[in-house]
């Protein structure tokens, strides 16, 4: 799977977590539920300046085994979490109906 459909399976996983399951969005909140181990998927854009914000969640997750994949843009990650404004990040902890998007996403980040 390339990198493309890779981030295109997280979006799918986050909008369909979204309506079935709970995500959480915003650095705070994601770094919570990764802390808590609550997180089963987090998702962070690649254009946020400064990257100083983002830089601790793929350590965070490789250390608590989650998940962590680098999306294209804030306004993106924002219309996939169905928000009118753009996010730096969103944390899938409740699946819902995602599970086997995540699962795949999973297979290939490791």
Known sequence: ?????????????????????????GINEVTKAI?????????????????????????LCKEKGIPCVKVGSKEELGAAAGLTVPTVSVAVVNEGDAKALIKQVADQAD
């Open 1 to 25: 799977m390339s990198e493309k459909e890779v981030v295109e399976k997280v979006y799918q996983a986050i909008e369909t977590a979204k309506s079935s399951g709970k995500i959480k969005k």
């Open 35 to 59: 802390e808590k181990g609550d997180a089963k998927l987090v998702a962070y854009a690649s254009d946020v300046n400064p990257a100083e914000i983002v830089m601790h969640l793929p350590l």
